[in-house]
């Protein structure tokens, strides 16, 4: 190969690669997606909830359910508060209901977001005992954790 040739190459491979980096990182950072994403995100934890509340109110939920519930909620509580609430994603981007007090007082959000862990930890450990009672006691301390975050950070709908 002619040392034409080989440039050539070189620079239809690098501008490849350029077009993946940019393309990936595009799709990535749109604020619109990133708000559809958590919300998908806060989904998953109201469906946990929901599937842990049916067994709690006798509403056809199996304990098995329940405890699946529970571990979805504990996976999403492990994720990290920068990931599901990326700077830029405030309430004016998309359909987003999250305040810009959020990131205004970062360090209470993220604690917020990790008083989940614990919680779910324990209503885990409660599915497992199997007792109503208890299972409806750590449910209310968990939604608790959600009430409170929402509370100061997410916009009421009317
Ligand atoms: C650190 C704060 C925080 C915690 C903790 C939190 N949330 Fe949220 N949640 C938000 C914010 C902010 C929004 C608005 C998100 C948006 O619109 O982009 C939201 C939105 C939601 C939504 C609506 C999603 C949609 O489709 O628009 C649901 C459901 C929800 N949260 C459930 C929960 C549950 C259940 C828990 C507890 C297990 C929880 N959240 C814990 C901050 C939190």
């Keep these: 190969m002619n040392n034409r040739v080989v440039n050539a190459l070189a620079a ?4 490849a ?3 993946a980096a940019f393309g990936g ?6 604020p619109t997606d990133l708000v559809k994403e958590r919300q998908q995100t806060m989904k998953k934890l109201g ?7 049916k067994f709690v109110k006798n509403e056809g939920g199996t304990l098995d359910d329940a405890a699946k519930g529970a571990e ?5 509580a492990k994720l990290d508060a920068k990931a599901v609430f990326v700077p830029g994603t405030a309430v004016g981007v998309g359909e987003s209901a999250a ?11 993220e604690e917020r977001w990790k008083a989940m ?4 930890v324990k209503l885990g450990e ?13 449910l209310g301390a968990t939604s608790k954790t959600c009430g409170t975050c929402h509370e100061d950070f997410r916009v009421k709908k009317q």
């Design 12 to 15: 239809a491979s690098l501008s």
């Design 17 to 19: 690669l350029l077009v």
């Design 25 to 30: 990182m595009a799709g990535a950072a749109d």
């Design 47 to 53: 469906g946990g909830m929901g599937a842990v509340a």
């Design 72 to 76: 979805a909620v504990l996976a999403v």
């Design 99 to 109: 305040k810009p007090e959020l990131w205004q007082s970062w360090s209470v959000a």
């Design 117 to 120: 862990q614990p919680a779910a």
């Design 126 to 138: 409660a599915i497992k005992g199997g007792d109503r009672a208890q299972i409806a006691q750590a």
